[in-house]
Nanobody, 120 residues
């Protein structure tokens, strides 16, 4: 089983920064991608950013320049650095990990979510 532990959310003033972390642990063979999604109140979950295990990153266009994603393969951890935060960034941020388990079966796991609140 693969477990994800997210951290780093909280309350921040508009213009501030936060860094989210998501660490994968448990028994798995390899990780293919680690990424972040978010869900604002009353809205659908949306894609934020994703990194492959090799470090190839994709960030949704509207967040480029403010958000960056990085991956530490040794620690099986993905980070989301969020700068110049705005009130509209307020959401629950979810980590998503895809890979193969020790039997080479594909898996996908979601974190429990971490709340980011940006005060204007």
């Amino acid at each position: 089983q693969v477990q994800l532990v997210e951290s780093g959310g909280g309350l921040v003033q508009s213009g501030g920064s936060l860094r989210l972390s998501c660490a994968a642990s448990g028994s798995f063979g390899s990780i293919r991608t680690m990424g972040w999604y978010r869900q604002a109140p009353g809205k659908q979950r949306e894609f934020v950013a994703l990194s492959t295990a090799s470090g190839s990153a994709n960030i949704t266009d509207s967040l480029k320049g403010r958000f960056t994603i990085s991956i530490d393969n040794h620690r099986s951890t993905v980070y989301l650095q969020m700068n110049s935060l705005k009130a509209e960034d307020t959401a629950v941020y979810y980590c998503n990990v895809q890979g193969r388990d020790s039997y080479l079966r594909r898996f996908e796991r979601w974190g429990q979510g971490t709340l980011v609140t940006v005060a204007s």
